[in-house]
């Protein structure tokens, strides 16, 4: 009893500004005190055109009050300092904003210690004490203080929700047993949390599994680009090499070999950067969804765990394993290099040959022309393949991906980022740079033959078609016509009709050329540009005669 009087009077001595005893108290003509600084300090920002007021009972003052030091204030509270009360006890605790307050406090009220599933109330340490003495009470459920606990209140009969409904998937109290929730199937709240914790458990079981795949990928990729860069560094110091012993006029040209094996070097290693992004994009999120469903896990208040549990239980899709492809490395610089220097050995000085590599040129002229027989074209033929993960779910891709074929049912194509929804477009697995040349033999009333950076729109009316927007070009090849689109802007083609059309790409140059291809070859349109990015081919099918259209294979 003596201490609880200790505290009222520590109470009654304390500024309720600082919240700490009187210093150089005053007392205002409403009867309240606070510390000479508190009460300037807060009237000096409170300054409205002369009007003044009390900070608790809010009585107005007209003009501003003198304060005079109360004396015998004063000596009461130096009395209390004297008792060795300077700081409030550690188990006094007043609840601030924000705090669980304790429901049972009077007056100024402390901070709850726990909260009460049984009696739906939070108590302070002091009035919980009943809790752990009394038999009857000890048998309560005690959780860690929560704002939450009339969440627990049937707001129909004004009843404790005990009870889960299995067939309305939610908690109920026992009288909506007898009433809108008969015959329904019920269980204890307890029983369901059992059964939820459970699949929560397995949720969090697949969400680390997934964690471990998603790390041994990002542990291959890391393998692979540590493989490209050290065969990108051998080619361009073999390549170094062997330029050393050519004349002085092919310097030029080795510094041009080096360039172009670093483009295609940062080409390989942004894909792949791209990807691991994403993955550890994914292991972040999950890492995320797993914190979030322990701290769920770890939650005492069953309605509390079975309220949050729909909206943490369900996983978004999974980004699809990645498959590495076989590595594309730079051996094959190396190689050609090689076979330039041996034939310029055996051929007089001012005769130069062009030299056309697989993945990378090396151009010994500064501006070579682009061919004008099929024989010509052929030399920079590519096999192209369509990307699965592409194709919209209306084209069927057969002849090892390099058909595709317009169909009236959906295919069953797993959820991909880089699918077409909207149309039906694919786009090539392959990307494409130096100089390409492929053909692409196609049937129907309309097929769209295209060239596209691979962060062209996949979704959205008119945006996302092939030529409508400008990061891809498309020639439209119908029975009796063509028609060249980009960025929105229509070109009209005249030319012979052809089933099949050849497309040669000169990157680095920025050229882009049509070709129809029968007996001989007639250029179509030819675009003239600068590429930032690599292109990779594409393909628009008219939706609803079948139309089909095939990457050719090209001896």
Not at 120 to 140: G, N, R, T
Request: a neutral charge; hydrophobic letters at 30%; charged letters at 30%.
């Amino acid at each position: 009893m003596a201490q609880k009087g200790v505290q009222l009077d520590r109470e009654t001595f304390s500024c309720s500004i600082c919240l700490d005893l009187l210093k150089d108290p005053v007392a205002l003509i409403c009867g309240h005190s606070y510390c000479m600084k508190c009460i300037k300090t807060h009237w000096d920002g409170e300054d409205r055109k002369g009007i003044y007021s009390c900070p608790e009972c809010r009585q107005t003052f007209t003009p501003r009050p003198v304060l005079l030091k109360n004396t015998m204030l004063a000596v009461l509270v130096d009395q209390m300092k004297k008792t060795g009360l300077q700081a409030a006890p550690a188990d006094l605790c007043y609840a601030r904003p924000g705090d669980v307050a304790c429901d049972v406090c009077t007056g100024r009220k402390l901070k709850a210690f726990k909260s009460c599933l049984t009696c739906l109330i939070s108590y302070c340490e002091q009035h919980l004490q009943p809790h752990y003495d009394v038999a009857l009470l000890s048998k309560h459920k005690l959780v860690e203080p929560s704002k939450k606990l009339q969440e627990n209140i049937c707001s129909q009969h004004d009843e404790v929700m005990k009870i889960y409904c299995r067939t309305d998937q939610k908690s109920i109290c026992y009288l909506c047993t007898m009433d809108e929730h008969k015959g329904h199937d019920t269980v204890s709240a307890a029983a369901e949390r059992t059964e939820k914790q459970k699949e929560l458990e397995v949720s969090r079981q697949n969400i680390q599994q997934r964690i471990q795949d998603r790390e041994k990928d990002v542990k291959l990729l890391q393998q692979e680009l540590e493989a490209i860069n050290h065969s990108a560094d051998k080619a361009v110091e073999d390549s170094e090499k062997m330029f050393t012993e050519l004349i002085r006029l092919l310097e030029k040209r080795s510094s041009e070999v080096k360039r172009q094996v670093r483009s295609q070097q940062e080409t390989e290693v942004s894909g792949v950067e791209e990807v691991e992004e994403k993955l550890q994009q994914e292991i972040r999120e999950l890492k995320r969804k797993d914190a979030e469903m322990k701290k769920l896990s770890n939650t005492e208040d069953h309605n509390q765990f079975l309220h949050s549990y729909p909206s943490l239980s369900a996983l978004s899709p999974s980004t699809s394993s990645i498959q590495i492809r076989p590595l594309r490395y730079f051996d094959h610089v190396t190689a050609a290099v090689s076979r330039v220097r041996d034939k310029l050995q055996d051929v007089l000085r001012d005769k130069w040959t062009d030299v056309s590599l697989t993945e990378v040129d090396v151009l010994l002229s500064d501006s070579p022309a682009e061919p004008t027989t099929r024989a010509g074209f052929l030399k920079y033929s590519c096999e192209i393949t369509l990307d699965p993960n592409t194709a919209n779910t209306k084209l069927l891709l057969s002849e090892g991906n390099r058909k595709a074929t317009c169909m009236s049912d959906e295919q069953s194509y797993p959820s991909h980022p880089d699918r077409f929804t909207t149309y039906t477009q694919v786009l090539s697995r392959e990307s494409l740079t130096g100089r390409r040349y492929w053909e692409v033999e196609w049937r129907g009333r309309e097929v769209d033959v295209a060239a596209s950076y691979k962060n062209s729109s996949r979704e959205g009316l008119n945006v996302s078609v092939f030529g409508r927007n400008d990061k891809s070009w498309s020639l439209e090849c119908y029975n009796n016509r063509y028609i060249f689109f980009y960025n929105n802007i229509e070109t009209p083609v005249s030319g012979p009709r052809s089933s099949r059309v050849g497309v040669f790409l000169d990157h680095r140059a920025g050229i882009l050329s049509f070709y129809s291809v029968s007996e001989t070859m007639t250029l179509l349109h030819r675009v003239q540009t600068t590429f930032t990015q690599p292109l990779y081919a594409g393909l628009y099918l008219d939706y609803g005669d079948g139309a089909t259209a095939e990457f050719c294979k090209l001896k």
